[in-house]
């Protein structure tokens, strides 16, 4: 399984995208301050409409009734109730866009690590 390069999904994929795919509608919004019910215990959005409050400038999000915070991949992980890896590969297919994977490690042979590791010198014969 392929690594993820979390850092460059979230910077491709604001709060506010997240929340537009999940269908999010706010009850208020003061400047980059949105509240409303929170999708995450009440899918439904009957509940408390002020309980769930997003700072779009951040890409943070926090639930004042269940708990739950963090960014917008632990937000759409928490949604739909899968691991992170699983849940941004989901995300990524929703949003259209190709994941950003890590690149591979490098591979160095046996004989090509023994010729670079450092040599210590031996001490003189007495």
């Known amino acids: 399984m392929s690594g993820i390069d979390y850092r460059v999904l979230r910077a491709r994929i604001s709060m506010e995208h997240v929340l537009r795919l999940l269908r999010f509608r706010p009850s208020t919004r003061r400047a ?15 509940g408390d409409p002020r309980c769930f409050s ?6 943070l999000f926090h639930c004042f009734r269940c708990g739950a915070s963090g960014n917008q991949l632990d937000l759409w992980r928490l949604i739909h109730q899968r691991p ?8 990524c297919q929703q949003a259209g866009i190709e994941p950003p994977w890590l ?7 046996n004989a090509q690590s023994r010729n670079s590791a450092p040599k210590t010198p031996r001490p003189a014969p007495h």
Do not use: F, K, N
Request: with cysteine; charged share 10%.
């Open 32 to 46: 980059e301050q949105l509240r409303g019910p929170c999708p995450i215990h009440d899918p439904t959005g009957t």
């Open 54 to 59: 997003v700072h779009l400038g951040r890409h």
């Open 84 to 91: 992170l890896h699983s849940a941004c590969l989901h995300l």
């Open 103 to 109: 690149p591979p490690p490098a591979v160095t042979s």
